[in-house]
């Protein structure tokens, strides 16, 4: 079993940056492939972003050059650093644990947080 913890989210204005953190307990760490996904009201969830055990990155389209996903190993730990935020990533976010990239890519994944919300609003 793996459980996850994020923080983080708040509410942000157009152009601004957050960071969002995503603490694991339970399963050794090291070995899982770490995401973050996001759900917008009215819509279904959707890959954010993801890192592998050994730091491979995958990033979705819409979020490319402006997000950065980064963990810790030694601290459990994922982040996702968001800059230069738009209305369009208003949603609430989840942090996502997996064997593979793959699987949080394609959202066949076995473990969830429980979100945070983020609003960027002016």
């Known amino acids: 079993q793996v459980q996850l913890v994020e923080s983080g989210g708040g509410l942000v204005q157009p152009g601004g940056s957050l960071r969002l953190s995503c603490a694991a307990s339970g399963r050794t760490f090291s070995y899982l492939a770490m995401g973050w996904l996001r759900q917008a009201p009215g819509k279904e969830r959707e890959f954010v972003a993801a890192v592998s055990w050994s730091g491979s990155t995958a990033y979705a389209d819409s979020v490319k050059g402006r997000f950065t996903i980064s963990r810790n190993n030694a601290e459990s730990t994922v982040y996702l650093l968001m800059n230069n935020l738009k209305p369009e990533d208003t949603a609430v976010y989840y942090c996502?644990?997996?064997?593979?990239?793959?699987?949080?890519?394609?959202?066949?994944?076995?473990?969830w947080g429980q979100g945070t919300q983020v609003t960027v609003s002016s």
């Open positions: 996502a644990a997996d064997r593979t990239v793959s699987r949080i890519v394609t959202v066949n994944i076995e473990y």
